[in-house]
């Protein structure tokens, strides 16, 4: 059915950039938001960025000024350019969606598998 599927994950510098990708696939009707978690080695998964399909961001503090959130709503497509990147910035990144497909009549929350990014000092 729903499926989510991120991509761009690497080993990289500090000071360097990746741009992760997510694409949804399925019979899905309207996506609500997109968005980026992470969780770091012995720490929780949190919130690193999320858009809605009006085009409103939110960032987690750590990130804000360097990571960048963006949409592609013909393609279900959500992206996270990641510019000066940190070591404290590695972590496992999942890609979540807020959307309505042949699921249900409502929003539903679905992941992705994660994608790795690792930054080295």
């Known amino acids: 059915q729903v499926q989510l599927v991120e991509s761009g994950g690497g080993l990289v510098q500090a000071g360097g950039s990746l741009r992760l990708s997510c694409a949804a696939s399925g019979i899905i009707f309207s996506i609500n938001a997109m968005g980026w978690y992470r969780q770091a080695p012995g720490k929780q998964r949190e919130l690193v960025a999320a858009i809605t399909s009006g085009g409103s961001t939110n960032y987690a503090d750590s990130v804000k000024g360097r990571f960048t959130i963006s949409r592609d709503g013909a393609k279900n497509t959500v992206y996270l350019q990641m510019n000066s990147l940190k070591p404290e910035d590695t972590a496992v990144y999942y890609c979540?969606?807020?959307?309505?497909?042949?699921?249900?009549?409502?929003?539903?929350?679905?992941w992705g598998k994660g994608t790795l990014v690792t930054v080295s000092s």
């Open positions: 979540n969606a807020d959307l309505v497909s042949a699921a249900g009549p409502y929003g539903m929350d679905y």
